[in-house]
C-alpha cells in the first residue's frame, strides 16, 4: 500500500451513498531541472455515488489523468482530502484501474494476465481460472486465452486489460483512463458497447477519463467537464438518456448531437479564453458546483509540490555511504573484535595512504591504472556500440555474428591475457586488449539488447520519415539504446577494474594491481589495504562521473 493510500479516508460501504469523494483538490508538479512549479489541478471538489458511471472529460492537460492517477493511489495530492469506499474485503488495495498504454504483461498469456490480481490474493488456482472464462468469453476473447498480448490487436488487448480489472469482484470502484482512446471507431463503439453490458451487470462504480464527448455522453450517467490548466470543474453534467442503451442508435437521437454540440461549445470557450464563461442552458442543465475553498498561494503550492528536504539529504548521505562502512569497520579493530594484523583500523590505513600519496608512488599507480582502463575502455566500448546497433537493427548479421560473440563471451578474459602478452610483447599494448575485450563483450551486449528490446514504434516512424541507415543509427537506434549502452559501460568498468588489477600483478611494474603484489610479498598490510581502496575509489569516482554524464546525455529520462 502506497504512503498516499494509508492517509485517504475510508468510507464504510453503509456509512455514505458516496463511493468517492474529493474535496477542494490541488496538484501541483515541481521540476527540478528547469527550477518551476506546474498547476495541473485547481480546487476540484466531486462526489460519484455508488455505483454511478461518471465520465470526465476536457482538453489534453487539464488534469484529467493526474486526478484519476490520485484516486487510484499513483500521485500524491498537494492539497485536499480523498474519499474511497471500502473494498468488501476490508483491505487496503487501491480501486482496480485500466490505463490508456496498453498495460497486459507481454511474459504472461491472456489468461495469466487476467488471474494476476487474484493470484496475488492467493485465490485457489480452479477458481481463478473459472473466473477468468467467465470474463474471457464475456469479453469476446475465449479464443485466446492462452495468447500473448503481442497476439493480439489494440483492440483485443483492451478487452483483457478491462477484464483484469473486473475480476477482482470485491473491488466496488473500476478507474478508467482512456482506455479506448487509441483504437479506431469501430472497434472503439463495440468496447463502448461491452463496457455498458458488462457495467449494468456487475453495478461498480466508475470513473471513466476520455476526450470524447460522444463517448462520455454514450456512457456516463454524469458528464464532468474540466476546464484548460490548471484545471477546474467548469461543469457538472447530468446525462438523460435512459438505461439500457445502444450505443449506435444513441448516436441518432437529435438530443445527443445538440448535447454533444453544446459541450463541444464549451470546452471551446474554455480554450480560448481565460475568462470563465457562462454555461449555455439551451440543450445541457448542468449541476450546482461545489463552493471554491479559499484561494491557495503559489509560494504554497511551489513548496508542498517540491520534494521534502529529506530526499536530497538521504541522496547525500548515500554518496558517503561507504564511509560509515569505515567508520563501524573502525570500532570493531578499536574494539579488540578484529585481528589488526589482517584487519588494520582505517585510521592508521589513512595516515599510510595519506604518506603514499604525498610521498610515495601511489598517484602514480592509480594513474597508470585509470589510463589502462580508459584507453581499454575506449578501444573496446565504442566498436562494441557500433555493433551492437548495426546487429540489433539488421537481423540477418545479427542471426549469422551473434552466435560467434556468445560462444566466446564464456571464455575467462584474464585467461587470453598469456596469448596476449605472446602477440603484443610485454608493453602496455596487451593490457589495454584484455581490457578492451572484457568491455566489448558487456558493452557490446548490451547495446545489442537496448535496440531489439526498444518500442518498434521508433523504428517504424523513422522508416515512414524516410530516414537513412546512417541517420537511422544516429537519431533512433542509438538514443533508445543509450540506457542499455550506460548500463553496459558501468559493468565494464568494474569488471575492467578487476581484470587490470589481477593483470598487474604479474605483468607490470607500475600500477595498483602491481602496488598490492608487492606489498604482499614483504606483508606490508596496510599498504596493500591503501592500493585496495585507491582501486575502490577511482571505480566509485568513475560510476559517479558515468551518472553525471548519463543525466546530461539523457535529459528525457527524468533521473
Not at 487501491?94 to 493470484?119: C, D
Not at 480452479?126 to 472464462?133: K, L, N, S, T
Not at 562521473?545 to 528525457?556: A, G, I
Request: some cysteine.
Amino acid at each position: 500500500m502506497s504512503a498516499l493510500q494509508q492517509t485517504l479516508p475510508r468510507l464504510a460501504p453503509s456509512s455514505s451513498p458516496d463511493a468517492i469523494t474529493v474535496e477542494h483538490l490541488w496538484k501541483a508538479f515541481h521540476d527540478d531541472r528547469r527550477r518551476a512549479t506546474v498547476v495541473a489541478i485547481s480546487d476540484v471538489s466531486i462526489t460519484v455515488p455508488r455505483g454511478q458511471f461518471v465520465c470526465i472529460c476536457g482538453p489534453s492537460g487539464c488534469g484529467k489523468s493526474t486526478l484519476i492517477r490520485i484516486l487510484a493511489g499513483l500521485e500524491e495530492e498537494t492539497i485536499g482530502n480523498i474519499g474511497i469506499e471500502q473494498r468488501q474485503d476490508a483491505s487496503d488495495r487501491p480501486p482496480a484501474m485500466v490505463f490508456q498504454e496498453a498495460s497486459l504483461f507481454p511474459w504472461l498469456t491472456v489468461e495469466e494476465n487476467v488471474i494476476f490480481p487474484l493470484k496475488l490474493q492467493g485465490v485457489p488456482i480452479e477458481e481463478c481460472r473459472q473466473r477468468a472464462r467467465e470474463l474471457l468469453s464475456l469479453m469476446q476473447l475465449q479464443d485466446f486465452a492462452q495468447a500473448f498480448p503481442y497476439q493480439l490487436s489494440g483492440g483485443m488487448k483492451q478487452r483483457a486489460s478491462v477484464a483484469r480489472a473486473l475480476i477482482d469482484r470485491e473491488s466496488n470502484i473500476l478507474l478508467m483512463d482512456e482506455p479506448f482512446g487509441a483504437l479506431d471507431e469501430q472497434t472503439r463503439m463495440e468496447l463502448q458497447q461491452e463496457l455498458l453490458r458488462v457495467w449494468e451487470r456487475t453495478g461498480k462504480t466508475v470513473v471513466f477519463i476520455t476526450h470524447s464527448v460522444e463517448e462520455a455522453l454514450t456512457l456516463g450517467d454524469r458528464v464532468i467537464v474540466m476546464s484548460a490548466r490548471p484545471g477546474e470543474i467548469a461543469a457538472d453534467i447530468a446525462v438523460p438518456f435512459a438505461r439500457p442503451r445502444d450505443v449506435l442508435e444513441l448516436r441518432r437521437l437529435p438530443e445527443f448531437g445538440q448535447m454533444t454540440f453544446e459541450i463541444w461549445k464549451l470546452l471551446a470557450r474554455y480554450k480560448a479564453d481565460e475568462e470563465r464563461p457562462a454555461v449555455d442552458r439551451t440543450a445541457i442543465e448542468p449541476q450546482p458546483l461545489p463552493a471554491k475553498a479559499s484561494p491557495v498561494s503559489t509560494e504554497t503550492l511551489e513548496t508542498l509540490a517540491r520534494p521534502p528536504r529529506s530526499r536530497k539529504i538521504i541522496a547525500w548521505l548515500g554518496k558517503f555511504s561507504p564511509l560509515t562502512v569505515l567508520l563501524l569497520w573502525e570500532i570493531v579493530v578499536k574494539s579488540g573484535m578484529a585481528d589488526d594484523r589482517f584487519f588494520p583500523a582505517p585510521s592508521s590505513i589513512l595516515s599510510i595512504f595519506w604518506e603514499e600519496l604525498v610521498h610515495g608512488p601511489l598517484l602514480a599507480d592509480t594513474y597508470a591504472t585509470l589510463a589502462r582502463v580508459l584507453i581499454g575502455l575506449l578501444i573496446g566500448g565504442v566498436p562494441a556500440i557500433a555493433l551492437g546497433l548495426v546487429l540489433g537493427l539488421w537481423s540477418t548479421a545479427r542471426e549469422i555474428i551473434a552466435p560467434i560473440f556468445t560462444a566466446l563471451y564464456p571464455v575467462p578474459k584474464i585467461a587470453t591475457f598469456p596469448l596476449l602478452l605472446m602477440v603484443f610483447g610485454l608493453g602496455e599494448a596487451p593490457k589495454y586488449a584484455v581490457i578492451a575485450i572484457v568491455v566489448f563483450f558487456l558493452v557490446f551486449f548490451n547495446t545489442l539488447s537496448g535496440v531489439r528490446y526498444a518500442p518498434k514504434i521508433y523504428v517504424d516512424v523513422a522508416h515512414n520519415l524516410g530516414l537513412s541507415q546512417f541517420k537511422l543509427f544516429r537519431f533512433v537506434a542509438f538514443p533508445a539504446a543509450l540506457p542499455s549502452i550506460f548500463t553496459g559501460v558501468k559493468l565494464a568498468i568494474g569488471t575492467a577494474f578487476v581484470v587490470i588489477a589481477a593483470v598487474e600483478f604479474v605483468g607490470a611494474k607500475t600500477g595498483l594491481g602491481y602496488a598490492i603484489w608487492s606489498s604482499w610479498q614483504i606483508f606490508a598490510v596496510e599498504k596493500m589495504y591503501v592500493n585496495i581502496i585507491a582501486i575502490s575509489l577511482s571505480g566509485y569516482l568513475s560510476i559517479l562521473l558515468l551518472d553525471r554524464l548519463e543525466r546530461l546525455v539523457m535529459p528525457w529520462s527524468g533521473n
